[in-house]
Structure formats: structure tokens, C-alpha cells
């Protein structure tokens, strides 16, 4: 595709559900990565992956925090037992490949848990 | 904690005046440092990335950054702002350890009057 593309772009969640946020990035593009941002602050790093592989999932804040990349395209965000803090906009961004490329980014999926 | 700054959180400008947004960072290796954009209801853009060469980066729309190593800084300015520039600028930074995620600052609001 053109870009990244994120669905859905909003969710609207109870306290306690499972949620599947998708991220389908640039054609080719081997590194694909997951950012959080809360409201008044910087996009916050999740996890990224080279390939189908998560290379750095330091920034998950805990294993309520899933994310797969099966075929090393398409991947999927996944939070159970959500919480009212989970509430953010979740980002993807893809590059060409992991090392120092720039990132591209997907519009978000606006998360509200309430 | 090694960290991103950006000082001023909100800035108002009147057309034709000149911009400076600061941005710090704490990481002590080699760094690549980059400034996105944000406009409003727009999804991240690259504006501009420093990698390595000539401290002095040329962006897109008039922007350039300056990369100050002794000062650990990579300003972001330009010369003369319109009112499209209204948007949130984010500096970023991504430490050369091998990853690639990038560290964000909370961002800068610049606001163009007319």
C-alpha cells in the first residue's frame, strides 16, 4: 500500500476485555514497530520487529501486552484484561529494514477503555 | 534515566517570525536523531534526520536542525513560519545500540497566527 494503514482507527473497550489492534505496513518494509502515546506526551516504544520475529519487546509494560507477526507483514497488537490506563493512541510504524531507517508511520488506533 | 527534552510545550508565533524548538537528549553513545510532524488530524511526518556528516540538516518545508554534540542538542528551526506550520513537533532519538526504536520527547505545540 501507499502507507501504514491501522484498524480500526477507534476503539471503545470496557475495563476487563481482550482487544486485537492491527497494523498492516509498507509493502517490503521488513521492520515493523509499536508505539503507545498518551495523551500530552511523546510516543512511547513497544515492541518491534525485524521479519516475523519480536527483536525488542522491552517497552511492553506487562505480559497483558501481545504482539505477533506471523507472516512478517501484517501484525497484531493484543491486550487482554484492559485497563482504564491502557487508554492511548497505539501506533505502528514500519521501515525498510531495522537498521537506522527511517520510520514511517500509520495513523493510530485510538484506544478508550472505559 | 536517559531521556528526550523539549522545553517549551506550547509555542505561539505571528506569520513571518522565526522559530526555534529545543531538544535535548541524555544518551552518551552515537545517536541518529530525527524531528516528525505532526499536523492536525495528520498522522506522524518525518521533517527531517540527522545520521552522520554535516551537523547542519536540511528538512522539508524550510525546516533545518542543528546537531550540537557537545551540548547533546538538535534544534529544530526555521526562519520565517506560515500558518500551515501549526502543528506538534516531536524530536526523537534513536541511541545506535543496535535497535532501532526511537525515544520521543512529549512534543511542542507551535500555534501560527495569521
Known amino acids: 500500500g501507499a502507507g501504514v494503514s491501522q484498524t480500526p482507527s477507534n476503539k471503545v473497550t470496557e475495563k476487563g476485555k481482550y482487544v486485537e489492534l492491527r497494523c498492516d505496513p509498507i509493502?517490503?518494509?521488513?521492520?515493523l514497530y509499536w508505539y503507545r502515546q498518551s495523551l500530552g506526551q511523546g510516543p512511547e516504544f513497544l515492541i518491534y520487529?525485524?521479519?516475523?520475529?519480536?527483536?525488542?519487546d522491552s517497552g511492553l509494560p506487562n505480559d497483558r501486552f501481545f504482539a505477533v507477526r506471523p507472516e512478517g507483514s501484517v501484525s497484531t497488537l493484543k491486550i487482554q484484561r484492559t485497563e482504564r490506563g491502557d487508554s492511548a493512541v497505539y501506533l505502528c510504524?514500519?521501515?525498510?529494514?531495522?537498521?537506522?531507517?527511517?520510520?514511517?508511520f500509520g495513523p493510530g488506533t485510538r484506544l478508550t477503555v472505559l | 534515566a536517559q531521556s528526550v527534552s523539549q522545553h517549551n510545550h506550547h509555542v505561539i508565533l505571528s506569520e513571518a517570525a522565526s522559530l526555534e524548538l529545543g531538544c535535548n537528549y541524555s544518551y552518551g553513545g552515537t545517536v541518529n536523531l530525527f524531528w516528525y510532524v505532526q499536523y492536525p488530524g495528520q498522522h506522524l511526518q518525518l521533517l527531517l534526520k540527522?545520521?552522520?556528516?554535516?551537523?547542519l540538516v536540511k528538512g522539508i518545508k524550510g525546516f533545518e536542525a542543528e546537531f550540537i554534540k557537545s551540548k547533546f542538542s538538535f534544534n529544530l528551526r526555521k526562519p520565517s513560519v506560515q500558518w500551515s506550520d501549526t502543528a506538534e513537533y516531536f524530536c526523537?532519538?534513536?541511541?545506535?545500540?543496535?535497535?532501532?526504536?526511537?525515544?520521543f520527547g512529549t512534543g511542542t505545540r507551535l500555534t501560527v497566527i495569521p
Open positions: 509493502s517490503g518494509h521488513t521492520a
Open positions: 520487529f525485524q521479519g516475523t520475529g519480536a527483536a525488542d
Open positions: 510504524a514500519s521501515s525498510p529494514s531495522y537498521n537506522t531507517d527511517t520510520q514511517y
Open positions: 540527522y545520521f552522520s556528516g554535516d551537523p
Open positions: 526523537a532519538v534513536n541511541p545506535q545500540t543496535g535497535a532501532n526504536n526511537l525515544f
